[in-house]
């Protein structure tokens, strides 16, 4: 379903969910990228905190750039 679909009064949406509808984001929340890498959360959370993955913290937020995803793939070569 679009956002046009979801919300049809609204004719702009948020930078967000255009962002997402459109895959633009560069980032993931751990749960998206454990899901991407086919490990759970809590996994995740384990490579951030042993530095395995790179992370970044914005407030209490924690996100995974997509690079850092890749760079975990190909066994940490940037």
């Given amino acids: 379903m679009t956002l046009l679909q979801q919300a049809p009064h609204r004719l702009t949406p948020k930078p967000e969910e255009a962002a997402r509808e459109l895959g633009l984001r560069q ?16 996994s995740v959370y384990a490579l951030i905190r042993s530095g395995q993955l790179r992370s970044i913290k914005v407030g209490r937020k924690i996100l995974i ?12 070569e940037k």
């Fill in 65 to 76: 750039p997509l690079s850092a995803i890749e760079e975990f793939l190909n066994g940490g």
């Fill in 27 to 42: 980032t993931r929340k751990p749960k998206e990228a454990g899901q991407m890498l086919g490990l759970g959360e809590r």
